[in-house]
Every structure is written in structure tokens, then in C-alpha cells.
Nanobody
Framework: QVQLVESGGGLVQSGGSLRLSCAAS????????MAWYRQAPGKERELVAR???????YYADSVKGRFTISRDNVKGTVYLQMNVLKPEDTAAYYC??????????????WGQGTQVTVSS
């Protein structure tokens, strides 16, 4: 089992920055990839960014050039640096990780989420 705990969310003005962190504990040696999803009220959950065990990165088109995902394999931590934030980035952000990537459902383990609110 793996436990994921997110931190770093909050309220920020449009154009501002936030850095989300997700710390994994438990069987972190089983973790291969790590990802961030978000879900806004009334919308489906969407994949924001993903990083593989060898550092290969993927970004949703809506965040390319503004968000950067990174990871510390020793600590079992993944980060999401979010710059030039827009009101449409407002959502609950979820950390996701595990040994196997499934394109539809993501990895096996989920954090509890952290709220990001961007004011205009």
C-alpha cells in the first residue's frame, strides 16, 4: 500500500504561482510513475501532468509552458510548479501514483486532494 499526501494549495491571484507537493509513504519502492489530476466543480477529472520513473514528462495542452512536474525518487515526492495561473486552473488537485499506468483510470493510489483557487 502507498499513502499520498498533497500540500501547497491555496488562493492566488491570476498570473501568480503555486507549488504543489505530494509525499508518498508506505511501499514507495513499488511506485513507478507519478501524476497530478484536477477536478473542477461540475467537470470531469482531468490529467494535468505525469512523470514516469525515468523522468519522461507529459502535460495537458491547457498547462503546457506554465506547469512543470518533477519528482524526487529518494523521497518519493512529486511536485507541480504552477506559474501564470488562470481562473480556469481553479480545481481540486489530486496526486496519483502506483506501479501500473492505465490511460483511462491512471495509477492505483490517490491522495485526498488540495484545493487551488485562482481569483481574477
Amino acid at each position: 500500500q502507498v499513502q499520498l499526501v498533497e500540500s501547497g494549495g491555496g488562493l492566488v491571484q491570476s498570473g501568480g504561482s503555486l507549488r504543489l507537493s505530494c509525499a508518498a509513504s508506505g511501499s514507495i519502492t513499488t511506485i513507478l510513475g507519478m501524476a497530478w489530476y484536477r477536478q473542477a466543480p461540475g467537470k470531469e477529472r482531468e490529467l494535468v501532468a505525469r512523470i514516469s520513473n525515468v523522468g519522461r514528462e507529459y502535460y495537458a495542452d491547457s498547462v503546457k509552458g506554465r506547469f512543470t512536474i518533477s519528482r524526487d525518487n529518494v523521497k518519493g515526492t512529486v511536485y507541480l510548479q504552477m506559474n501564470v495561473l488562470k481562473p480556469e486552473d481553479t480545481a481540486a488537485y489530486y496526486c496519483n501514483s502506483g506501479p501500473i499506468w492505465r490511460p483511462i483510470s491512471g495509477y492505483e493510489y490517490w491522495g485526498q486532494g488540495t484545493q487551488v483557487t485562482v481569483s481574477s
